[in-house]
């Protein structure tokens, strides 16, 4: 059983577009929502990360929003770049265990 | 600072033989997670050490074992390999025993088993 859905799975966006990933989940003790970055050959590095006590994150260019009623969050990249062409990863953890979605190769086209 | 190292880059195997995997935390940090990455897939939790003690497991079966030493690096073992083991093995070591701490990520042992 997957706990953590993400979508879409694939994702082409122009220079300086919004790009936007969405996860879903359904355990509600998750309580901490982080969202990994990976270049190929590297590990997944963080981006960003929410608890759900918080609606919406910003740093710089990405942003999470977090509805918990919905148990749904997604990551926005405004001003997309030709660099942030990756694959993505949301994830979610309660305590100690961390489950991830199966992850977005975005390619932002100049 | 040191980062999250692994050793070897790569691996193969053939089924039903054994592999070690080996791993060496960030400075500082004192717990490694292991996962496992299938192709095209995000990273499965295998398991978690903290001060040498496992400290939580996903849904791998006990062929899947690991050790951390006193200076925190840790191994991840396979006995009986089977074809599906094939992936990329992440470890990622973070400075409690909590996901929720910042999670540094080495750059994984690509594992083939034929």
């Known amino acids: 059983q997957q706990q953590v859905k993400q979508s879409p799975q694939s994702l082409i966006v122009q220079k300086g577009g919004i790009s936007i990933i969405n996860c879903a989940y359904e355990?509600?003790?998750?309580?901490?929502f982080p969202w990994y970055q990976q270049f190929p050959g590297k590990g997944p590095a963080l981006l960003i990360a929410?608890?759900?006590?918080?609606s919406e994150k910003k740093e710089g260019r990405f942003t999470i929003s977090f509805n918990k009623s919905a148990k749904q969050f997604s990551l926005h990249i405004m001003d997309s770049q030709p660099g942030d062409s990756a694959t993505y990863f949301c994830?979610?953890?309660?305590?100690?265990?961390?489950?991830f979605g199966s992850g977005t190769k975005l390619n932002v086209k100049p | 600072e040191t980062g999250v190292t692994q050793s070897p880059t790569h691996l193969i195997k053939t089924r039903g033989q054994q592999v070690t995997l080996r791993c060496s935390s960030q400075?500082?940090?004192?717990?490694v997670s292991w996962y496992q990455q299938a192709l095209g897939q995000g990273p499965q939790f295998i398991f978690q050490?903290?001060?040498?003690?496992?400290?939580g497991r996903g849904n791998f079966p006990p062929r899947f074992s690991g050790l951390q030493f006193p200076n925190y690096s840790s191994e991840l073992n396979v006995n009986a390999l089977e074809l599906d083991d094939s992936a990329l093995y992440l470890c990622?070591?973070?400075?409690?025993?909590?996901?929720?701490?910042?999670?540094?990520f080495g750059p994984g042992t690509r594992l083939l088993v034929l």
């Open positions: 990622a070591s973070s400075s409690a025993g909590t996901s929720q701490e910042t999670q540094y």
């Open positions: 355990n509600t003790a998750f309580d901490y």
């Open positions: 929410i608890r759900p006590d918080v």
């Open positions: 994830a979610a953890s309660d305590f100690n265990k961390f489950y």
């Open positions: 400075s500082g940090h004192n717990t």
């Open positions: 050490y903290y001060r040498e003690e496992e400290n």
